[in-house]
C-alpha cells in the first residue's frame, strides 16, 4: 500500500513539474510578442496550456500551473509582493475556468456546439477576467502603471488571456487525441497538405499588405479546415492564422502599420477572434451533423434489419 501511494505521489509530482516547465517555455515565447511594460502581450500561450492541463489530469495539476506562473513572473515583476499576486491571478483564472467548464457539462472532445459556446464565454471570456483585473491592478497599485493605463493594459491582459484560451486549447486537446491515420488514402493527405501551405500562404501575404481588408482571405481556409478535417484541422489552422497576425503586429507591418497601439490591438484582437470562433464553432456544427447523419444511418440499419427478419415469419403464417 506504502508503495502504491509513493508511486501516485511520484507521478502526480512529475505530472506537477511537466505542466510547469510547459507552462514556463509557454511564457517564453508569448514574452517574444509583448506590448505593455515587458509582460502583456496579445496572445498568451501559457492559459491555453494550464486550462488544457486541468481539463485532462484535474485540479491536482494546480501546484504546476502556480509554480510556473510563479517563476514567469519572477523577472518580470516590481516587487515580491506583487510577483506574487500576478502569480496567484494567473493561477485562479484557468482553475475558475475549469470549475465552470466541469459545471457546464464540457466534453474535450469539443464536439458539440455547447461546448465551443461554453469554452468561449466560460473559460475565455469569464474565466480570464480574474488574471487580466489583478495583474493590471497590482501593477497599478504598485507604481509600475499609471491609473490611467489601468484600462488599456487590462484589456491588453484579458483579450490575451482569453486568446490563449481561445486558441491554444483547443490545439492541445487535439494533439492529446492525435493518432496517426494508417487508413488515410493519398489524396486525404494531398488535401491536408494543400490546406496548411495554402493558410500559411495567404496569411503571409494578408499580413504584408497594407490595409486590413485582406486578412479575410484566410477565412475560406479557416471554413475549408472544419469542413473537411473537424476540430483536427480547424485548430491548428486558427493557431497559424493567428501566431502569423500577431507577429505582423508586432512588426507593426502590413494592416498593422503606421497606427497607434490601441488601434492595432483592436483590429489584431477583433480579427484573431472572428477567426477562431469561425474555426471552432463550424467544426462543432459539422461534427454534429456528421455524428446525426451517422445515427440515422444506424437507426435505418436496424430497422431493415427487423422488417427483413418479419417477413418471412408472414411469409410462412398460412393464416394470411
Known sequence: MRTAEISRYGSAALWILAVAAVYYGAARLGLLQQLVRGQVTPLWPPTGVALAGLLVFGLRIWPGIALGALLVNASLGPSVLAVLAIAAGNTLAPVCAYLLLRRARFREELDRLRDVLALVFLGALAGMLISSTAGSGVLVLAG??????????WSVWWTGDAMGVLVVTPFLLVLRRARWPHETGIGRWIEGAALVVGTILVTILATSTTGSTLLFLTFPFLIWAAFRFQLAGAAPCALAVSTLTILAAAREDGPFAG?????????????NGAAALTAL???AVITERNETHEEIKRVCSRLAEMVAGVEPHERADPDR
Open 259 to 271: 497606427r497607434d497601439l490601441f488601434t492595432n490591438m483592436v483590429t489584431l484582437q477583433a480579427f
Open 144 to 153: 509600475a502603471l499609471d491609473a490611467s493605463e489601468f484600462w488599456p493594459t
Open 281 to 283: 464553432l463550424l467544426a
